[in-house]
């Protein structure tokens, strides 16, 4: 057997086993960890807030979560200050992460925030920290362990906990208020007002726009009513009985069309 051959035929088992490891490097947490002490046991998958002498962690829960650090983590790519009293963080990349479904079903590209539950992460529907975004759909996952929290009003609600792929990356979540930029915030109090809820930026577009169109239609017969009157009394004094009257009845029309206008922008607001 020639050299020529044998290293040829090195070269293509050499290149078969490094394909043969990908499948087992992707499916490795590809994630960037760091060590850190706790005073209590943290389980794997458990989101996690840093102590006041940011070196110890705790379990994440709404009471520390403006410290949220990421997520306890185990064979990651990179794990730093690695011990064997350490528990190593992911603070960066993709690692399974116990999710809720407090705030409704999860799904891809949800950011997840901290919940009631300690250590256990929930869709982000306000603004706060964010341990990163889902990259799995909640629905998707079949193995869910029910628990037992109280909601705001004080009474037992059931939910299910699962682990879901989270891409970790903790960061200061806004809710989508930058289109509200565009609106004064006083309108936005006074349609908020209104509804007794929060209202949404297109719903107030909307009633400004109904608005807007209402009282350009009573301007517009209110200008043409006043104009003709004058034009009327002018050419024939003696019609100004019937000149009253109409503009007595063109006004009961702008009123009603008014309250048509409040009714719609009402209902637009409320429902």
């Known amino acids: 057997m020639s050299r020529k051959y044998i290293v040829k035929r090195n070269l293509w088992v050499a290149l078969a086993m490094a394909v043969s490891a990908v499948p087992a490097l992707v499916s490795a947490e590809a994630a960037i960890s760091q060590g850190f002490t706790s005073d209590e046991s943290i389980r ?7 102590v006041n002498d940011e070196k110890r962690i705790e379990p994440a829960s709404t ?3 403006d410290k949220l650090l990421g997520v306890a983590g185990k064979d990651s790519l990179v794990e730093l200050s690695n011990t ?21 079903e999860v799904e891809v590209g949800d950011p997840i925030t901290v919940s009631p539950l300690v250590g256990v992460g929930m869709k982000a529907t306000e ?36 682990l879901l792929p989270i891409q970790v990356n903790v960061i200061y ?3 989508m208020d930058d289109e509200k930029s565009i609106l004064p915030q006083f309108l ?31 301007g517009v017969v209110l200008y043409s009513s006043v104009r003709s009157s004058i034009l009327s009394i002018g050419r024939n004094p003696l019609a100004a009985s019937a000149v009253h009257k109409s503009l007595l009845e063109v006004s009961l ?5 008014l309250l048509v206008m409040l009714g719609a922008v009402y209902l637009i607001l409320v429902v």
């Not at 794997?44 to 840093?50: E, F, I, Q």
């Not at 064997?84 to 409704?104: A, E, H, K, P, Y």
């Not at 936005?188 to 807007?212: E, W």
């Open 44 to 50: 794997t998958g458990a989101l996690v807030s840093s």
């Open 63 to 65: 009471d520390n979560g």
């Open 84 to 104: 064997s009293t350490q528990v190593q963080v992911v603070t960066s990349g993709l690692t399974q992460t116990f999710v809720s479904d407090i705030n409704g």
């Open 127 to 162: 603004s706060g920290y964010v341990v990163g975004t889902a990259r799995a759909n909640f629905s998707e996952i079949s193995d869910k362990q029910q628990h037992i929290v109280k909601d705001k009003s004080g009474n037992d609600k059931q939910v299910n906990v699962a």
């Open 173 to 175: 979540f806004s809710k």
């Open 188 to 218: 936005i109090n006074i349609a908020q007002s209104v509804a007794g809820k929060d209202v949404s930026v297109a719903r107030i577009l909307i009633a400004m726009l109904v608005l807007m169109a209402g009282i350009g239609s009573i």
């Open 253 to 257: 029309l702008s009123l009603g069309i």
